[in-house]
């Protein structure tokens, strides 16, 4: 009696633990922990759907991700789907780490451009992006009404912004604060696409020049830095990242900030009754706007060891309607956008920066050449240099980077 | 089996351990340093971290930030020590106070402090211009004329107390027949502390140096999670430029040279003081 019991128990945990083993129909799948409870509800969706094919969700944190992914490229044993950050995907295809995908994506035309092109190396494409978001205007609604201009019509050029941002600098409050400190990403991501819109560039297409020096872009630094030259900009500019940033403008201190949607819903929770209205990024006269494009595509690396699957579960994941459900900021499809949940208003600036999205340049040495560039910035902020003299060092020290 | 061979094996697994833990990194690391990425033989790494300014600024901030911080700690470490060895009521309370900054955890205090010295929240904008000693906020950490001074002045706090307790033990190894002799011959507390603590506590004074010294070459706590090493590299440190390098735009090959240079530095620095400073105390004493 006893052994029957123990014979049962022994099948019975054999049953379970054998779905923990990778065994063929099984898709491994690395998604990020702020997106788990929608990852989880997909995959069981798709299990419904597909009974044969079991989906097996292992969590990853932002935290030491690029490391941890390039290890498991790397080794061979990693999973079948990673997400990935866009501009990671160009490293993976160079070293042949990951699996084209061009048999996979449905509809490409509907997918926003730069997107793809940046997940596109040599005519292939080796990632699908899902996630994408560009920064844009956060404001003070009662600041902005209180400074005598019109929420319906919005700052439009470079010179509306100045004059709507010194408007709203008035008793204690900041009409517009930029980044000057923390993490240098904070920084790139708001001065880099002012230096695009006004037709200049970090480095050369070619990747071979560094052109952080040339009239157009020292021009938009200056623009950047003058928000702090102007006293429209926090005195703790230097020290402040974009979070600090949403810190004070959540305490009433900041009238404007740029920053991406993933604000709006903080801030909402700290200060239930801050009005809040966003404008897409105001651009020189004469020139369109542009952003950074972030976000996060899905890839399959060269050694999965269930491609058939993963390609498939990849293709249910990219409906128009799953990929919509599944972002955490804006979908990659153009006709997702049409999703209930990105008509809220407050999107509506941000959605219209994603067609003026550009991705970051592709060169092994970006992490160096953006702090060149934060630092080339900060010295302008802390007054050791004039934008020209800044942005000719930062020139020099990114040119003997591409060099290197 | 001869004797010596019979200690030999007895010392070889602390050999082996120590070769593991130390010479096998040093030799790694010199190794890195003269490969590219792609494992080819190559001087490439020296040449790319020696030519750019920052490495200059880095060292240049370096030896500021410890000569400064040394001669502050020493200072008040030392004048805190004769205070605690007088007699006064409630002594070993305050002996205990003073010890609390370097008891506080490294990473503590200097959070602490950064929000302490933030231009826009922090309680020292708060007070001065509170009661309108300075007439707006000043960027303590983000000025270029306060940042390293205000990075001194924390990292002097943290470690006095250190310096304290140390010449503290010293003092009291001075036997007090000493002072009752130099009364008698009608010398005042200053002449007392000249004459006789001060050479007395000399060689105390020096092995604390020089501890002060290598802490402060490899330190790296206090600046990186105040500044970073920011605003523009003003307060960057050799240390944290190796860090970076290594851990933030991942050019192990780059790093490993500068350390190797870095080393190089502070193994000569560390031996001119070991070998010149204490034949000067024993001439002295």
């Not at chain 1, 952003?291 to 269930?306: E, F, H, R």
């Not at chain 2, 500044?227 to 523009?232: K, Y």
């Amino acid at each position: 009696m006893k052994l029957k019991a123990l014979a049962g128990g022994l099948a019975v945990s054999t049953l379970i633990l054998l779905p923990s083993l990778a065994v063929a129909g099984d898709v491994v799948w690395w998604t990020p922990n702020w997106s788990q409870a929608r990852a989880q509800k997909l995959a069981d969706d798709f299990h419904k759907a597909n009974p044969d094919i079991n989906i097996k969700l292992q969590i990853t944190t932002s935290n030491g991700l690029p490391q941890q992914v390039m290890t498991a490229l790397q080794s061979g044993s990693g999973p079948d789907i990673i997400e990935v950050q866009h501009g990671w995907v160009q490293g993976y295809a160079q070293n042949d780490l990951v699996q084209p995908l061009d048999d996979t994506i449905q509809e490409k035309d509907d997918y926003n451009k730069a997107v793809i092109a940046e997940d596109t190396y040599d005519g292939k494409l080796y990632a699908i992006p899902y996630r994408i978001e560009c920064t844009a205007l956060l404001y003070n609604l009662d600041d902005y009404t209180k400074a005598g201009l019109d929420p319906a019509n919005p700052p439009q050029t470079w010179d509306d912004w100045v004059a709507a941002s010194k408007k709203m600098t008035a008793g204690g409050v900041y009409g517009m604060a930029i980044t000057g400190g923390g993490e240098f990403g904070n920084t790139i991501t708001r001065a880099l696409p002012l230096i695009w819109m006004n037709g200049g560039d970090i480095i050369s297409a070619d990747g071979k020049t560094a052109t952080i020096n040339k009239p157009e872009a020292v021009a938009a630094i200056k623009f950047y830095t003058d928000f702090y030259a102007q006293k429209l900009s926090p005195d703790s500019t230097l020290q402040n990242d974009g979070v600090a940033n949403r810190q004070l403008f959540i305490a009433g201190k900041v009238a404007s900030y740029l920053t991406g949607q993933y604000d709006i819903a903080p801030i909402a929770q700290a200060a239930p009754t801050l009005k809040v209205g966003a404008f897409m990024t105001p651009h020189p006269a004469g020139k369109t706007t542009a952003g950074i494009l972030n976000g996060w595509s899905y890839v399959i690396p060269k050694d999965a060891q269930n491609p058939t699957d993963a390609k498939k579960f990849l293709q249910f994941l990219n409906t128009s309607d799953n990929m919509g459900y599944f972002t955490d900021t804006f979908p990659a499809r153009v006709s997702s956008l049409k999703l209930p949940r990105f008509q809220d208003p407050l999107l509506k600036p941000f959605a219209g920066m994603l067609p003026f999205g550009r991705p970051t340049p592709n060169t092994p040495h970006w992490v160096q050449i953006s702090q060149a560039m934060f630092n080339g910035i900060q010295r302008i902020l802390s007054g050791q240099q004039d934008p020209q003299a800044a942005m000719d060092q930062a020139n020099d020290e990114i040119q003997a980077l591409l060099d290197s | 089996m001869n004797r010596s061979s019979t200690g030999l094996m007895f010392i070889l697994p602390a050999i082996a351990v120590l070769l593991m833990l130390i010479a096998y990194p040093i030799v790694y690391t010199v190794y890195l340093s003269l490969i590219d990425a792609h494992g080819a033989l190559t001087g490439k790494n020296y040449a790319n971290v020696l030519k750019p300014y920052v490495t200059r600024q880095a060292f240049g901030n370096l030896l500021y930030y410890v000569g400064g911080s040394i001669v502050f700690q020493v200072l008040f470490g030392t004048l805190a020590a004769i205070l605690l060895n007088q007699k006064f009521w409630g002594r070993s309370a305050v002996r205990s106070i003073t010890l609390i900054p370097w008891v506080v955890p490294g990473i503590v205090a200097a959070t602490t402090w950064a929000w302490m010295f933030h231009t826009e929240f922090g309680i020292i904008n708060y007070m001065l211009t509170g009661a309108h000693i300075i007439p707006g906020p000043v960027g303590w950490l983000t000025n270029k004329d306060t940042v390293m001074p205000v990075l001194i002045a924390i990292n002097v706090w943290k470690l006095f107390p250190f310096v304290a307790i140390m010449v503290l033990a010293g003092l009291q190894a001075i036997p007090a027949d000493l002072y009752e002799a130099a009364k008698v011959d009608g010398a005042n507390f200053w002449e007392e502390v000249w004459y006789i603590t001060l050479p007395l506590v000399r060689p105390v004074l020096v092995a604390v140096t020089l501890l002060l010294l290598i802490w402060g070459l490899n330190a790296i706590t206090l600046i990186y999670a105040i500044t970073q090493g920011g605003p523009a590299n003003l307060s960057l440190i050799t240390p944290i430029q190796i860090y970076q390098l290594a851990f933030t735009s991942f050019q192990f090959n780059e790093a490993a040279a500068l350390s190797v240079l870095f080393f190089i530095v502070a193994a000569i620095v560390v031996a001119v003081y070991v070998k010149v400073i204490p034949s000067n105390t024993a001439v002295a004493r």
